[in-house]
């Protein structure tokens, strides 16, 4: 068998798809595993703001095009950047173990985000921070930043903001986990439903792949993320919204936190709920209830209206 594996061509989707290479050969050693690089529209363009791109999927329409079309066998995705609907004919057959959920703080002049003084820059790209951030720390500024992680590395010591928000897997990942100053707990910010974990996505009707892609999935891993994704759809939401959500796994028991507010800070609702793992999507959608009936209506009426102005 000859597996076409597509990914974009980042480095860190490249290690990320290589990972996933290199779990399929050891257990199968004799299939060959062809690289296929997908540019996507997050990548040809990374100057405008992600939440101004519009259409979900910016990450990964083009590669599940790919997938769809039959030009690749394969394809790995970071599930945060995997819009809730998924193209008919495509299936994520497996969720391998996940990396370090967190959010991670780069800073070479402060241990923390609480040690920051009054009118400095923090540097991220994502609304689900900003809105995090500024909640909490309503005394700082935020820098928006765009780009590959090591481009965002590089403008973040060039601008000299007081630090750089990333999440901790890609740090991890790429071997880059002594640039990390602490990781920051997911009270402090919650992640991005997903964060951390990647999905291998094939076509639905290829069962000799579907078979040997599934010995890669990890039960505990995609409970979470499928209640994180669950309360993400529930809300009606994307990568572009200030939606966290993190789930915890213990025994048969699942339990979900998930974060909806503003993106300037000014307003944030954070609640939890926990259920049976067996359903996890279920306890996603109770949680999403849970938090449009505690003002999270009138938050989504309010993004909903600036994204139209």
Partial sequence: MKIRLGTRASVLARTQSGGIADLIRARHPEITIEEVLIETGGDQDQATPLHEMGSPGVFSAEVERALAEGEIDV??????????EQPPGLVVAAIPAREDPRDAWISEGYPGLVDVPPGSSVATGSLR????????????EIAGIRGNLDTRLRVHQERGDAGLVLAAAGLNRLGLSNRIRCALSTTEITPAPGQGALAVEI???????TSVVAELDDASTRACVDAERGFLAALG???HLPIGAIAIRTGGQLSLCGVLGLPDGSELIRLGFEGSAEDPRSIGRELAARVRKAGGDAILHRLDQQEKI
Avoid: F, M, N
């Fill in 75 to 84: 394809a790995v995705h970071s599930l945060k950047d995997l819009p809730v």
């Fill in 129 to 140: 921070r900003s809105c995090q951030i500024l909640h909490r720390y309503p005394h700082l």
């Fill in 203 to 209: 076509r639905s009707e290829d069962e000799e792949l």
């Fill in 237 to 239: 939401g994307g990568c």
